[in-house]
């Protein structure tokens, strides 16, 4: 019982970070404004180590429509612009020789449909990652009824299970529908 109080805390451990990874996936879609998120997950060559942008240089946003970015060493400045062409996200560093300014253009009604598309799919990759976490629990919850547990607490946990999974699934959908609201506002 004991071990399997522990499974269902786990699968609820499991279904939370599908739903952080999501929030985390969003942040990088861009909705029309500036945001230092938008850089994340970005690697510099950093003297032959692959390091995070933000550990090389400061990312700010000076207004809403362009990104600053100020490696900490002058000689960063040019690993740092590769590899944010090398990221291909569409957007075009200049450099300054002492900063990095980045213009975040406009988006075009077409490029909002299709980050709203891209945004949905995001949303339900993670409600197939709450999926195969139920299916795996829902199996532990068999076998433990069948190696002895009580039908009936078997089905307490089952029902346990469904409203976690119902829950998360609900918390996914607020958050593509407050993304797909921020990118269509102009």
Known sequence: MEELNQTIDKSKGLMEEALEHLSRELTKIRAGKASPAMLNGIMVDYYGNPTPLNQVA???TPDSKMLSIQPWEKGMIGPVEQAIFAANLGLT?????ELIIINIPPLTEERRINMVKTSKALGEDAKVS???VRQKT????KKAVKD????DM???????VEKNVKHYVEKI??????KEKDI???
Not at 93 to 97: K, L, R, S, V
Not at 138 to 141: C, F, R
């Open 93 to 97: 560093p200049q450099n300054n020789g």
């Open 184 to 186: 269509m506002t102009i």
């Open 173 to 178: 959908g607020a958050l593509i529908a407050a």
């Open 138 to 141: 829902m199996e532990a919850i």
């Open 58 to 60: 400061n990312v700010s």
């Open 154 to 160: 078997g089905k307490t946990k089952e029902a346990e």
């Open 148 to 151: 002895g547990l009580s039908e």
């Open 130 to 132: 709450l999926r195969s």
